[in-house]
C-alpha cells in the first residue's frame, strides 16, 4: 500500500514561509506524479501543487501560483513543497499523493492519504 509522511508544517505570521516536505514509507515514487493538497475546516480536499516523475514539470493552483513551489529529490524519495509569502487562506492541512499534472487532481482511484502536517497562518 502507497504510504506518505508528511511534515514540516507550524504556524507562521502572514508574510513568512515554510517547506513542507513528503516522503515515501513504502514504495519509490520516482514512477509517479506526486502533488501537494490541502483541506481547510468545513471545505473539501483542494489540489495545490503537482510535479511529474522526472520533475520537469510542474503545476500549481491558481490561488498559489507565484507564491509555492513544488519540488523533488528522487535520491532521497522525498517531495517538498516551498510556500513564500503565506496567507491566512492558505492555513490547512496538508497532504501528499499521487496527483494528475494537467489537472493537479488525485490520480483515479488514490485514497492512500497520510496523517497530513497543519499549517496555519495567523498574526
Known amino acids: 500500500q502507497l504510504q506518505f509522511v508528511e511534515s514540516g508544517g507550524g504556524l507562521v505570521q502572514p508574510g513568512e514561509s515554510l517547506r513542507l516536505s513528503c516522503v515515501a514509507s513504502?514504495?519509490?515514487?520516482?514512477?509517479?506524479?506526486i502533488g501537494w493538497f490541502r483541506q481547510a475546516p468545513g471545505k473539501e480536499r483542494e489540489g495545490v501543487s503537482c510535479?511529474?516523475?522526472?520533475?520537469?514539470?510542474?503545476n500549481h493552483a491558481d490561488s498559489v501560483q507565484g507564491r509555492f513551489t513544488i519540488s523533488r529529490d528522487n535520491a532521497k524519495n522525498t517531495v517538498y513543497l516551498q510556500m513564500n509569502s503565506l496567507k491566512p487562506e492558505d492555513t490547512a492541512v496538508y497532504y501528499c499523493?499521487?496527483?494528475?499534472?494537467?489537472?493537479?487532481?488525485?490520480?483515479?482511484?488514490?485514497?492512500?492519504w497520510g496523517q497530513g502536517t497543519q499549517v496555519t497562518v495567523s498574526s
Open positions: 510535479i511529474s516523475d522526472s520533475g520537469r514539470r510542474k
Open positions: 513504502t514504495f519509490t515514487m520516482n514512477r509517479y506524479a
Open positions: 499523493g499521487l496527483c494528475v499534472l494537467q489537472t493537479v487532481t488525485p490520480t483515479r482511484g488514490f485514497g492512500s
